[in-house]
DNA sequence: CGTTAGTTTGATGGTCCTCAAGCACTGTGG
DNA sequence: CCACAGTGCTTGAGGACCATCAAACTAACG
């Protein structure tokens, strides 16, 4: 009666208060009893940063990445004019300086947004890993094409989105993202972005964010306030951001 | 006398006519006997396709990448409305649709821009290259890696730099892209984009690509015309753009 | 109660888009 | 040989979207 024990306390585990990372990948591939534990064993090594100052600097070359375990990154490029650009947000589960983990330098620099909790994870764990357990390395190497995707769809707002499109389309990828990891509904989440990050992450300024955003509150579609944003009209939302969460990729698992 | 001889006939092709790939790879390891062996058997299958229709359909569901061996190719998303983003261009040694054979759905379409030679690469056999040759897989996920990067730098452009710049800092990563693998140099390069191809690559209209490149031209900055990109004064231009090529993580071999 | 971070509003102007049309080159068929 | 259509490049005029500058307002916090 031994093992039927250890079930349920893994299963307990997997859905009352699975790790996001867990959450997430679960989307993908349905992992078994060893994998979990293999993830699990990933979590040693944990940290805490502050928000405001940077984890990794652009033009570091260290070979760290991290999994994000409790509050929000931002990924960015500073311009030589002191102008800054976001390529992405990192919420609980996700990886961050995967990508960079190979190349020479760091290309860009992580901020936490608020204080955060993130366990360390080496390349040579990574390595070890993938040569373990495939399915395992299956799943991260598609959590990491989900992460491309990402930026490919921000690139096509800022390219060819107008500002409320753009913004539209942001706040609704955001709360897919959330709600995957077990951190948002269709309704409303918590975000503890200000009005600069969107500006900085959108292409906008600061002053048009604010001006559109009031549109989008006084149309009925969406609020962004106090760190929450709520959903009123998700339907004419994703009519107006033409979004289609496809590209997210999260629709359950593809794998048995 | 067996072996020099076969040491020289892999060297000679390795020197003198070697794929754009193992070219491109080159820059980040330096590939063995048996690991050049091994990239040589991965390109069977070799297909041709013709200019304007695609390869890829967006929203297809199929599981095969291609490495381009000779044209150029566009990777793009369209709206609704039917303008259309161009997320990168690919050029002989990269990959094509590596991110998506993960994915359920493939999240772009591909457009040869001229007629191509490609090779298809079926996802089980680059699972076994996996699998068989570590070094080769660290490879290919430098690779990836690096695409991803230049994915981000566009996205900076679109977002923070004016036409200028962003023109400028376009063309200059296209030269050095193609340097890398041999069909370029420092002062010029072939290229069979046409202005429209720019305009939807990097955001703008047509028109302004037009009257930008006359403005470059008229400064002595560089010329694009008759299929051909050539750089008359490559450090203001470089100026410019603020570029920065250290996110092409091309300075030479990396791993011995 | 002053300071700071974040939000809100107004006025002005620039970059870049859209519409419109002419030009150059290439290939095609009468 | 020449009209022609098609593709791509070029130029002009007017206007939209969004940036910049300036400043008031609110809320949180020591």
Redesign the interface.
């Given at each position: 009666m031994l093992s039927p024990c250890i079930d349920r306390h893994i299963q307990k585990k997997g859905i009352m208060e699975s790790s996001p990372l867990i959450r997430k990948l679960s989307a993908f591939v349905a992992l078994s009893h060893v994998e979990l534990a293999m993830l699990e064993r990933l979590h040693q090594r944990q940290r805490s940063f502050v928000a405001g100052s940077d984890l990794v600097y652009q033009?570091q070359s260290e070979q760290a990445a991290y999994i994000l375990a409790e509050g929000w990154v931002c990924s960015y490029?500073v311009?030589?004019d002191g102008?800054?650009?976001i390529?992405d947000f990192q919420v609980p589960g996700d990886f961050l300086g995967l990508?960079?983990?190979?190349?020479?330098?760091s290309?860009?620099s992580f901020e936490p947004v608020v204080d955060i909790q993130a366990t360390e994870v080496l390349k040579d764990d990574l390595?070890e890993l993938f040569?373990q357990t495939?399915r395992l390395a299956?799943a991260i190497?598609?959590a990491a094409?989900?992460d491309?995707?990402m930026?490919?769809?921000?690139?096509?707002g800022?390219?060819?989105?107008d500002a409320d499109a753009r913004i539209a389309h942001f706040l609704l990828e955001l709360g897919s993202r959330l709600t995957l990891v077990g951190l948002g509904s269709r309704e409303e989440y918590g975000c503890p972005l200000t009005q600069y990050h969107l500006a900085d992450a959108?292409?906008l300024s600061p002053i048009h964010v604010n001006r559109v955003l009031k549109q989008l509150r006084e149309a009925g579609l969406i609020t962004f306030r106090h760190g929450r944003v709520t959903i009123h009209d998700h339907s004419r939302l994703v009519d107006l951001a033409?979004f289609d969460p496809?590209?997210l990729?999260q629709?359950g698992p593809?794998l048995k």
């Open positions: 033009g490029k311009q030589r102008s800054r650009q390529v990508r960079s983990i190979l190349l020479r330098t290309d860009h390595l040569a495939p299956m190497f598609w094409s989900r491309e995707a930026v490919v769809e921000h690139l096509v800022i390219g060819r989105r959108l292409g033409e496809a590209y990729d629709t593809l």
